[in-house]
């Protein structure tokens, strides 16, 4: 039917259908700001205005648009410049992936169209319409009251908040020009512009589309498949099944290689392990077709026993998960192991034996998910030389390339691999999930296939973070010297091992390198069940093994009627110590790693201030007499994380320079939002001393950008950023040669200084002369330069959370008051980003305390594969929040210009600090996550 | 192929929901969205143009049409001004904004079960669903009725036409909740309503979401406490009477046993606000 409306501004008249959303007709008229995210209405990312009103276009018939008037953020923009809030968005560094930003700019637009005087539960009514992953939502209202302020005609200072938050300890600390400056994301302006830069955003001429055929059984064998009458379909190109796809067992997990075992997958199995498991792809001329093309194939199933429990799966008799023959290096497929991991030294018992008190706690950690708004999504087509062309949403381009190649049989030179912007990835997008069989349907058919997963497809046959059960036993002396930890765990790694050995390798370190100790033990079973597949997600086993440890610390420190902040730093690992643990624990061989940079005093003491710690010692901080149901705490945990993979992560970069004295940096680095391309582009401006939009930078291709292993392991700043660093003093060498050349000076007394290079006398060229000079005049060259780095260290990141609640002692809701989280990650490089990765991960990880959970019926279908049913936190419901970079010193000598890591140990702590003030709050422990209202009630019952 | 109709009248409507040729579904957006593919029918009917989306204030009755939108009902002066801004909290806390301004009071009728804040209000305010019949006659059913337990069904034909709620003098509400965070959807909501004089509550209504399966009235436990002096002792003694009248079914959100106790627990403590609205 056709229908008529105003579109930003200019009228139109299309065709659409009822079954058409207005999100999809408005993408398909250009409006590419307005986002697939979940098409349940839940999370916002698709708004739009309509007549005003701030609509969900993805639940919305399109035909509902006649007559009406719509605006999205395509009709914001106003030519170059930007409209205010706009504006406000990009300078309080509200946008990360930038996914949500149309959505949130909208939502402002609608708020500051009725009221210019909002207050900040206005602005988070407004903001609590769109739901976001990467930033907690505190730099967005910044924006919202920012541009109120533009809106309103004020004059509106600097927005210097997030440098306000980088604190210096007395020591001095080195001044830059471009480093610790919260310059502009380089990308910020065309992200809340809503120009097409996601996977997405872009339609090639006969493009297929291709779906997935998944499992409704949690484990079962495929009898037979019959594709005959789905391949007859008008318009089905192609259908891909364990018949006719190549048999080739890999691990998908995006890692360096070779992928740690066990080697357990294929792209099409005869067997399924899941429900949401493969079982065909298909290419057709539309989605709906797609689905129907799903509906007529027929499966021949022969239903087996599934087990969901970790500990059922383990013994005798229980269903075989992994009984294929070629599956490789599986521990124990007989009892579901994937692997078994033992580490120790010292004599454990010796030392429990010798403690004069011994605490032991079973916790138990739930399975989460990442829930990037941009759902996984790939594009793939053959260029004109034939070679495949993958464009995807994925957090590792060139992990993709190697580890399809053998899958789809097309060697790694004619596969090119291109990363534009993502929508957020937190881990989910370490993966190759979705891009071998996009690829095989391209080779198939010869086109363009865009293959992508709705929101229930990335609930169920994405990845998650594992669930575990942690047993940790700790001794001390009366003194509150700890003498032994244990920690013995078993992981639930779901169907397939994917990044399980490595993510629990990680668990167990982080669970046993914050503290010395005589003597420690892990002990690690990472087992198989007929669930969803966990996998990466920020934090990597950290978050587990931190809310393990520091709740058994803080339980120890109360039995020992310790103070629980002068407990922890009598035994925290300390600047010069080695970290025992790690010479047995590793994802290859162990690096020896010990504690250089540090900072963790300075902010114990910082948070401390912030939250007011010693409130706790009060009575009347506890309870209130007029709220008899309530009663409050505080609580805390040290968190302590790596910086890259030792020995193994690498990144290089590659740069030359242009006539006017700009410079191309390529980087294979891998910018999720988090900001990487700005902050690497900051680090060659510091070397080169010119401003950092002379930088041009190109990331994540890899036929273009030199090798990254990608966004993963918080290496990004640390091991891509000393490469830019090497690269641009190669490149300094080189300018320097071509301007001693021109001003017939030595090249050793010249220095940079404002795009310039000057003599000790005052003469000086310009690095455009330079550039035009070397390119054009005389002995012509390219001024250009490689550099890879990778660091046999990898120095840990300290810092603090401390977490202030309100338990209601009748019902069980824990609300979360405040937050305070202080970190000291060496030099911090973009304050404002920083920032924004603090609050985020802090966000993402009170969800995992509080509420987020995957939950399960008893045949193992996901009950709650929607936002709505899985809570992620909305603006409106955030704590007070706090956060502070505490530099000490030059920071971390091994880092570029001092900086180490900040971009996951902000999931680290909260769990355990909440759980931690929930037991300060009522006098019990809760030994499970999440925290959620029904656990409290029945922990305070238990006590009557 | 699905068709799409937006008719300029009533009549043109109902002509349209009652066709025998094609199953039309009038569009009341819940405040839990569908996914447009869980649209059924031959044709959507969009009743954005039949006026039905205004809020009457009359003297004895406000009349809420059933294009309001949940935004429109927490925004509203007339509805927050009453009854303690209850329906204004409720309807607040169902959806989020954007939400909010497409979700409807008639998508909310025929969608009770979750959320239902907006739901356990209307049945505490012993609201009447008027319905058009296909000859444009009106129907009116009072909203238990409607709500059959959980299972509203429109009669092929029929529309919403609006919800009519009883304004009577020293009518007080409240409403409480317990859920994982704030914005979470509720494991157990609920609202109480009573028309307070100095000492006694009247006509007490206690609504109940989360510890049976549908959203209900707790009949027994009103009539415990009609005619009663209205006193703390009272309002507390009304947790083991509530738990008498549930039958949770336990879920991922909640266990039986957890939502029992909290229809009891919150139920108490809506009695208590109301006592507290006595004495103020």
Redesign the interface.
């Known amino acids: 039917m056709e229908i008529d409306f105003t579109l930003n501004g200019k009228e139109i008249s299309c065709e659409a259908e009822p079954t058409d959303t207005l999100l999809d007709l408005l993408r398909y008229r250009g409006c590419y700001s307005v986002k697939r995210a979940c098409y349940t209405g839940e999370c916002g990312n698709c708004a739009v205005l309509m007549d005003g009103r701030l609509l969900p276009s993805c639940v919305m018939p399109a035909p509902q648009a006649q007559g009406h008037t719509i605006l999205t953020v395509e009709g914001l923009n106003e030519g170059k410049d930007l409209n205010p809030i706009q504006k406000a968005f990009v300078e309080t560094g509200a946008i990360q992936c930038g996914f949500c930003t149309p959505g949130m700019v909208l939502a402002t637009k609608a708020l500051l169209d009725k009221n210019l005087y909002p207050s900040l539960d206005d602005a988070k009514d407004a903001l609590g319409s769109i739901l976001c992953r990467c930033t907690g939502y505190y730099q967005p209202l910044d924006a919202v009251m920012r541009a109120a302020a533009y809106l309103r005609g004020e004059t509106v200072p600097p927005y210097t908040k997030a440098d306000e938050s980088v604190l210096f300890t007395n020591e001095s600390c080195p001044d830059f020009s471009a480093i610790r400056q919260s310059v502009q994301k380089v990308d910020a302006v065309k992200m809340v512009k809503g120009k097409p830069v996601y996977t997405d955003d872009i339609e090639l001429p006969g493009m297929l589309h291709g779906m997935l055929m998944t499992s409704p059984y949690a484990h079962a064998r495929i009898k037979n498949i019959d594709t005959s009458a789905a391949e007859a379909l008008p318009g089905v190109h192609a259908v891909l099944t364990y018949k006719n796809v190549k048999r080739y067992v890999y691990g998908s997990g995006g890692q360096t290689y070779p992928n740690p075992k066990p080697w357990d997958q294929v792209c099409l199995d005869n067997k399924v392990r899941f429900v949401g498991d493969r079982v065909a792809a298909v290419a057709a001329e539309s989605v709906e077709l797609c689905k129907k093309a799903i509906s007529l194939i027929k499966v021949d199933w022969e239903i087996l026993p599934a087990v969901f429990d970790m500990e059922e799966a383990m013994k005798d008799g229980a269903p075989i998960i992994h009984d294929e023959p070629d599956c490789i290096d599986v521990a124990d497929a007989s009892h579901n192991k994937a692997y078994v991991i033992d580490a120790n030294y010292g004599d454990l018992e010796k030392d429990f034996a010798e403690s004069d008190l011994v605490v032991e706690r079973v916790f138990h950690t739930q399975q989460v998910q990442q829930t990037p708004l941009e759902p996984h999504i790939v594009i793939s087509w053959l260029d004109e030389n034939d070679r495949l062309v993958i464009r995807t949403s994925t957090q590792v381009p060139f992990h993709v390339r190697r580890i399809i190649s053998p899958l789809i049989d097309v060697p790694v030179q004619n596969i090119r691999v291109i990363k534009p912007r993502i929508g957020g990835g937190f881990g989910a997008k370490q993966e190759v999930l979705l891009e071998d069989l996009c690829a095989l349907l391209t080779l198939r058919t010869g086109r363009p296939v865009r293959f992508y997963f709705d929101r229930q497809d990335e609930f169920r046959s994405s990845r998650s973070r594992h669930p575990d059960t942690i047993r940790f036993k700790v001794g001390v002396t009366k003194s509150g010297r700890i003498k032994a930890i244990e920690m013995d765990m078993i992981e639930n790694t779901g169907a397939y091992g994917v990044h399980g050995f490595t993510v629990c390798n990680v668990t167990g370190t982080r669970g046993l390198s914050t503290y010395r100790a005589d003597s420690m033990r892990f002990h690690a079973d990472i087992v198989y069940t007929n669930l969803p597949v966990p996998g990466a997600f920020r934090g990597y086993g950290g978050p587990q093994g931190i809310y393990g440890i520091e709740c058994i610390i803080d339980e120890v420190a109360e039995k020992l009627k310790m103070d629980p902040i002068k407990f922890r730093m009598k035994n925290v690992v300390r600047p010069g110590e080695k970290i025992k643990i790690m010479d047995k624990l590793a994802e290859f061989d162990p690096v020896p790693q010990k504690v250089n940079s540090y900072g963790l005093d300075a902010c114990i003491r910082k948070g401390m201030e912030a939250i007011d710690w010693n409130r706790r010692k009060s009575k009347q901080f506890h309870s209130d007499p007029s709220k008899p149901n309530i009663c409050r705490g505080i609580g805390m945990s040290i968190m302590m994380h790596g910086t890259a993979i030792a020995g193994i992560d690498m990144g290089a970069a590659a740069m030359k320079i242009n006539d006017d004295g700009s410079f191309n940096l390529n980087v294979g680095a891998t910018d999720l939002g988090t900001g990487s391309d700005t902050i690497l582009a900051q680090m060659a401006a510091e070397v080169l001393k010119i401003p950092v939009s002379k930088i041009v930078v190109y990331s994540s291709d890899t036929d273009f950008t030199p090798f990254d292993v990608g966004a993963y392991a918080s290496s990004t700043t640390y091991i891509s950023g000393m490469a830019v660093k090497k690269c641009a003093e190669k490149i300094k060498e080189q300018v320097l040669e071509r301007a001693a050349l021109m001003l017939q000076q030595p090249k050793d007394d010249l220095y940079l200084k404002d795009e310039k290079v000057y003599a000790p006398n005052g003469d000086h060229v310009t690095m455009e002369e330079i550039a035009l000079h070397s390119l054009h005049r005389k002995d012509q060259r390219q001024i250009a330069a490689y550099a890879s780095h990778v660091s046999p260290e990898c120095p840990p990141v300290f810092g603090t959370e401390f977490a202030e609640v309100e338990v209601d002692i009748e019902t069980g809701q824990v609300t979360p008051i405040k937050l305070v989280m202080t970190v000291s990650p060496g030099t911090v490089i973009n304050p404002t980003t920083a920032i924004g990765q603090l609050e985020g991960g802090q966000t993402t990880a009170l969800g995992y305390a509080l509420c987020e959970e995957m939950c399960y019926d008893n045949q193992g279908n996901l009950l709650n594969p929607r936002f709505g049913d899985y809570h992620i936190l909305q603006a409106d419901e955030m704590p007070l929040m706090e956060s502070y970079i505490i530099q000490e010193g030059d920071g971390e000598k091994t880092g570029p210009f001092g900086a180490k890591a900040l971009a996951e140990i902000p999931t680290d702590g909260v769990a355990p600090a909440i759980a931690n003030a929930v037991a300060n709050a009522i006098g019990s422990r809760i030994d499970s996550l999440p925290i959620y209202p029904e656990k409290v009630w029945r922990a305070i019952k238990s006590q009557h | 192929?699905?068709?799409?109709y937006?008719p300029e009248t009533v009549k043109k409507t109902l002509k349209l929901l009652g066709s025998q040729t094609e199953v039309c579904t009038p569009?009341y957006?819940p405040p839990?969205?569908?996914?447009?593919?869980q649209?059924q029918g031959d044709?959507?009917i969009?009743l954005?143009n039949l006026g039905l989306d205004t809020i009457k204030e009359k003297s004895k009755e406000i009349a809420v049409g059933s294009m309001v939108s949940f935004?429109t009902l927490a925004k509203s002066e007339i509805i927050h001004n009453r009854w303690d801004g209850v329906l204004s909290e409720a309807a607040h806390l169902s959806a989020?904004?954007?939400?909010r301004?497409?979700s409807t009071v008639g998508g909310v009728l025929l969608n009770p079960n979750f959320p239902a804040e907006v739901i356990l209000v209307f049945l505490a305010l012993d609201a009447v669903v008027i319905l058009l019949d296909e000859n444009g006659k009106e129907v009116r059913i009072p909203i238990e009725a409607f709500l059959n337990d959980g299972k509203p069904t429109l009669e092929r034909g029929m529309l919403i036409k609006e919800v009519i709620l009883p304004i009577r003098k020293n009518i007080h509400c409240a409403l409480e909740r317990?859920?994982?965070?704030?914005?979470?959807?509720s494991?157990v909501s609920v609202v109480v309503k009573g028309e307070l004089t100095q000492k006694t509550a009247h006509n007490v209504r206690i609504a109940v979401f989360g510890a049976n399966p549908a959203p209900k009235r707790c009949h027994s436990a009103e009539s415990y406490l009609s005619d009663k002096p209205f006193t703390y002792k009272l309002a507390e003694s009304i947790e083991e009477k509530i738990q008498d009248e549930t039958e949770a079914v336990g879920?991922?959100r909640?266990?039986a046993e957890?939502r029992e106790?909290?229809a009891g627990?919150?139920t108490k403590?809506a009695l208590i606000s109301l006592k507290k609205m006595m004495k103020a």
Do not use: C, P, Q
């Open positions: 192929m699905m068709k799409y937006r569009l957006f839990r969205a569908k996914h447009l593919s649209w044709a959507l969009d954005s935004e989020t904004g954007a939400m301004n497409l317990v859920s994982r965070s704030k914005s979470d959807g494991i879920d991922y909640g266990s957890y106790a909290m627990v919150l403590r």
